[in-house]
């Protein structure tokens, strides 16, 4: 039986094609006559732009020396929707003012000014309305897209204050993290998620970080970029991640050596260095820039020298110790693996350069112990006939393993016939001898 189509599906395909087609005028229209189709959008009661009242006029303005009539601002022009949102704003209406500013930047042809305010006009609203999550992004936007804005520094100060505030639950876990190790707590009560809408649904600290670096980047010499670094850093620092709290915290020591928090900063650097090297099996770099560190507070920040002298005394000798276990295991593998020389290099360095510990002592042992050696060997092999020097007897020779090249050796099995040591023929001559 041949299949045969009915007739509903025709319909259902004359219909597809038909909106396919309906679907072409409508974004043909869209794309030739995009202003006409934005204000009819804009005008439509529930999905387009909300009212907005006149702003208040002046009768007179001043303008230089003369006095002049106020020209009235079109109410549908953006200018005007824009005064009408600001004083929507003024009242206090900042939901119905968040609408206008919102439309108002998503027309890319208004002027670069008015785009700008209204930006930031947006996320003032979301902010007073408790919206901070998505006020905050506002503000990125606003200074990824218009760095030179003027109002980037209100922007900067309101991101800052939105992380430092989301940081307060941070804070209150460090307090009772310290009752719950000083036994005055039973437990600490876990953070995970956050159910107001001032603060995100998850990874709060994160959240918090992010705004953190972005206020840093985006103000790099700024009055809040020292105080950035250093709560994103405390905050790696109480979680143990010490590598990018040193990041943190040296960076407010490189930058802005004269900051109020530069000293402490230098003091958890140099904790941080210590504990980010894993031991003296690793990278002994970080070890070595916190022998710097040390230095350079003890030149750079007298009060931080007097007050915590004996921490910075601490410091050095725990330095010390990992690095002179670090030489000390380095002398080792060169003494394991064949290298006499090496091995004594290290030693002597380690006397020299950490005379105080115990690792000195520890090497004019096995200094002493590479010199009987050393002397034993040189015993030995003065002992040996010239044919066992060149011969050695542990070797094999002309790749045939098996024999050694001398039967005056102990232990030693006899050559194969033809190889030999030269003996003299009775003609004189030099010959080798089965």
């Not at 956050?194 to 705004?211: L, N, Q, W, Y």
């Not at 080792?332 to 290290?346: D, K, N, Q, V």
């Not at 200094?367 to 050393?374: G, N, V, W, Y």
């Not at 044919?387 to 393993?401: A, R």
Request: charged share 30%; glycine share 6%.
């Amino acid at each position: 039986m041949a299949y045969r189509q009915t007739q509903p599906a025709k319909v259902s395909l004359n219909a597809f094609f038909g909106g396919f087609v309906l679907s072409g005028l409508v974004l043909g229209c869209h794309h030739f006559e995009k202003d006409k189709t934005r204000n009819f959008i804009d005008s439509l009661p529930i999905i387009g732009m909300p009212n907005t009242p006149l702003p208040p006029v002046e009768s007179v303005v001043f303008r230089g020396e003369e006095v002049m009539d106020e020209v009235p601002v079109e109410p549908n022009s953006p200018e005007g929707k824009l005064a009408g949102a600001k004083e929507l704003f003024r009242q206090g209406n900042y939901a119905t003012a968040e609408r206008v500013f919102h439309r108002l930047f998503e027309n890319k042809k208004n002027a670069q000014p008015l785009l700008e305010e209204a930006r930031f006009m947006e996320a003032e609203c979301l902010r007073l309305q408790g919206k901070y999550p998505k006020a905050a992004d506002t503000y990125v936007d606003l200074l990824k897209k218009f760095d030179r804005t003027p109002y980037k520094d209100a922007a900067i100060q309101h991101m800052f204050d939105i992380a430092n505030y989301w940081l307060d639950d941070s804070r209150e876990e460090m307090k009772e993290t310290r009752e719950f190790r000083e036994g005055s707590r039973f437990f600490v009560v876990p953070r995970f998620l956050s159910f107001e809408r001032t603060k995100p649904f998850m990874d709060r600290e994160g959240r918090a970080i992010e705004k953190l670096e972005q206020v840093r980047w985006n103000d790099i010499n700024g009055p809040l970029a020292d105080r950035a670094l250093f709560l994103a850093g405390s905050i790696k620092f109480f979680h143990t991640d010490y590598k990018e709290a040193d990041h943190y915290f040296s960076q407010i020591h490189e930058r802005h050596p004269n900051s109020e928090l530069a000293a402490q900063a230098v003091e958890l650097a140099i904790i941080s260095k210590h504990l980010s090297t894993g031991g003296s099996d690793y990278d002994g770099r970080k070890v070595a820039e916190a022998r710097n560190l040390v230095h350079s507070a003890m030149q750079n920040y007298p009060d931080l020298a007097n007050k915590r002298r004996v921490f910075l005394d601490r410091q050095i000798v725990g330095i010390t110790h990992q690095q002179a276990d670090k030489d000390f295991k380095i002398a080792e593998f060169y003494e394991r693996t064949g290298h006499p020389g090496s091995a004594f290099f290290y030693f002597e360095m380690i006397k020299r350069r950490y005379p105080e510990t115990g690792y000195a002592d520890r090497a004019t042992d096995r200094i002493a112990q590479l010199r009987k050696k050393h002397e034993r060997k040189e015993e030995l092999e003065e002992k040996l006939s010239p044919f066992e020097k060149l011969w050695p007897q542990n070797l094999p020779s002309f790749g045939l393993p098996g024999f050694t090249p001398s039967d005056n050796v102990p232990g030693a099995r006899p050559l194969p016939a033809g190889i030999g040591p030269p003996s003299a023929s009775p003609s004189g001559s030099s010959q080798y001898v089965p």
